[in-house]
């Protein structure tokens, strides 16, 4: 059974920074595709940042030059460093791994902005 479990939203002040975290049981997050996604109220699930089994990585457009997503393979965990926040990155984040189609789901954190 695969589990995925999101940790460190909270609350942050604008031009802050925090990091999520993803632990991953059931899986290998090398052996998979990682993603974060976010949704905020009354809006759709949007791909924040993903990394690849290759390494490669890709970002939504709205946080480029600002979030960092990374894999640690001895720890099954994905992490996203986010720099910089805006009160529009106030959203609950959610792992993904395997897609958004057919892929497994964390619960959610909730990462609030505050201006």
């Known amino acids: 059974q695969v589990h995925l479990v999101e940790s460190g939203g909270g609350l942050v002040q604008a031009g802050g920074s925090l990091t999520l975290s993803c632990t991953a049981s059931?899986?290998?997050?090398?052996?998979?595709?990682m993603g974060w996604y976010r949704q905020g109220p009354e809006q759709k699930r949007d791909l924040v940042a993903q990394i690849f089994t290759h390494g490669g990585t890709n970002y939504g457009d709205s946080v480029k030059g600002r979030f960092t997503i990374s894999r640690d393979n001895a720890k099954n965990t994905v992490h996203l460093q986010m720099n910089s926040l805006k009160s529009e990155d106030t959203a609950a984040y959610f792992c993904?791994?395997?897609?958004?189609?057919?892929?497994?789901w964390g619960q959610g954190t909730q990462v609030t902005v505050s201006s």
């Open positions: 059931g899986i290998s997050v090398d052996r998979y595709a």
């Open positions: 993904n791994a395997g897609g958004d189609k057919l892929g497994y």
